[in-house]
Structures are given as structure tokens and as C-alpha cells.
């Protein structure tokens, strides 16, 4: 990579991480708000991203891609301990990402839930694994269940409460998945 793309990629970087605290701030932001907190003029941004969507669709990607990765170092045996696992080791960017939760809900809401679709497959393969096994109840197929509980842990970073944590979202979490309460307690970290 020469300068010039690796100044590109720099500017296309900053860009992405000012607009997750943009956005965090005011999921309505726009185009030009975004570019004047990240130092640089809107024909900058729009040369990176040529839409909203485009940027939108990029924060996304970027989501998706973390989530994966933290899919694929958990390894437990048991699903409920995976479960754990992936609830702690995607707290970080479950908090940071969490302004797409808000997104997810309006105009663009039906892109962005597309982009989670490997992540949808992989929990569900998960949550299907503990149904299998009988840790996870079997109420609901388990595509929606997983679907239910990691809502819940995006919910719970997304909330005004700061005395809530991944704690309270792997208990949450592992009680909609039908653990019960003393083995879902006992699980969670801390």
C-alpha cells in the first residue's frame, strides 16, 4: 500500500469512527455533521461513502465482522458456556456498535438486518445446538430465540442505565434462552 492509499484508508477510517459517536449522539446526524466533527469537508465523506447507506452499510459491515470473530474464538462445549462466552467477548462491541440498534429501526432498518444475517446463522446454529442438547428451551424455533436474546444484550447496552453491564445482559440473555435462574447467575461473569 503506498501513502497516498494508506492516507486514504486512514481519512476513510476516521471518518467511519467519528461517525459512530455522531451518530451515538444523534442517530439523525447527517452527511455534513459527520464530516465537519471528523476535520474534513462533506465532498471527503461522500467521496468514501456516496450515501448515508453507503457509510451506514460500512459501520455495519464492520459490526458484523467483530461479531463474527468473536463467534468464531468460542469454543466452549457446552452451549450455555458459549453463550457466556460470546455475551463477554461482544460486550465491547455490542456497546459500541449500539447506535445501530437505533438505525436498525428506521429507514434503513431492513439493510442493516440483512448485513446480520452470518451473525443471525451462527447464534442460531448456537441456540440449536442447546436445544439439542437440552440446555436451551425449545418454545420457540431456535432462529428467533437467538435472535430474542442477543436483542436483549443490545438492548441492555443500549439503555440508560449504567449500573446495568454484561452481567445483566448474560443473565437476561441466558433466562430468554430458558437456562434457569440459579444456573444462569452462576454462569455470568463477576
Request: glycine letters at 8%; charged letters at 25%; a neutral charge.
Given at each position: 500500500?503506498?501513502?497516498?492509499?494508506?492516507?486514504?484508508?486512514?481519512?476513510?477510517?476516521?471518518?467511519?469512527?467519528?461517525?459512530?459517536?455522531?451518530?451515538?449522539?444523534?442517530?439523525d446526524a447527517g452527511m455534513g455533521e459527520i464530516a465537519s466533527s471528523?476535520?474534513?469537508?462533506?465532498?471527503?465523506?461522500?467521496?468514501?461513502?456516496p450515501s448515508r447507506l453507503d457509510l451506514l452499510r460500512a459501520l455495519m459491515e464492520r459490526a458484523v465482522a467483530e461479531m463474527e470473530a468473536v463467534l468464531a474464538?468460542?469454543?466452549?462445549?457446552?452451549?450455555?458456556?458459549?453463550?457466556?462466552?460470546?455475551?463477554?467477548?461482544?460486550?465491547?462491541?455490542?456497546?459500541?456498535?449500539?447506535?445501530?440498534?437505533?438505525?436498525r429501526r428506521g429507514e434503513h432498518g431492513e439493510t442493516i438486518h440483512g448485513l446480520l444475517g452470518p451473525v443471525d446463522e451462527l447464534l442460531a446454529d448456537l441456540v440449536q445446538r442447546?436445544?439439542?442438547?437440552?440446555?436451551?428451551?425449545?418454545?420457540?424455533?431456535?432462529?428467533l430465540l437467538s435472535q430474542l436474546a442477543y436483542g436483549a444484550v443490545f438492548a441492555i447496552a443500549d439503555s440508560d442505565r449504567s449500573d446495568l453491564g454484561s452481567r445483566a445482559a448474560t443473565i437476561t440473555s441466558l433466562l430468554m434462552l430458558g437456562v434457569p435462574e440459579a444456573r444462569a447467575v452462576a454462569l455470568a461473569p463477576g
Open positions: 500500500m503506498n501513502a497516498r492509499e494508506r492516507s486514504m484508508k486512514e481519512t476513510r477510517d476516521r471518518i467511519l469512527e467519528v461517525a459512530l459517536e455522531v451518530l451515538g449522539e444523534n442517530p471528523a476535520g474534513v469537508v462533506r465532498r471527503t465523506v461522500y467521496g468514501h461513502f474464538e468460542v469454543n466452549a462445549s457446552e452451549a450455555d458456556v458459549s453463550w457466556v462466552e460470546f455475551v463477554a467477548r461482544v460486550w465491547p462491541v455490542t456497546h459500541r456498535y449500539r447506535v445501530l440498534l437505533a438505525l442447546g436445544q439439542d442438547a437440552g440446555v436451551f428451551a425449545r418454545h420457540l424455533p431456535a432462529g
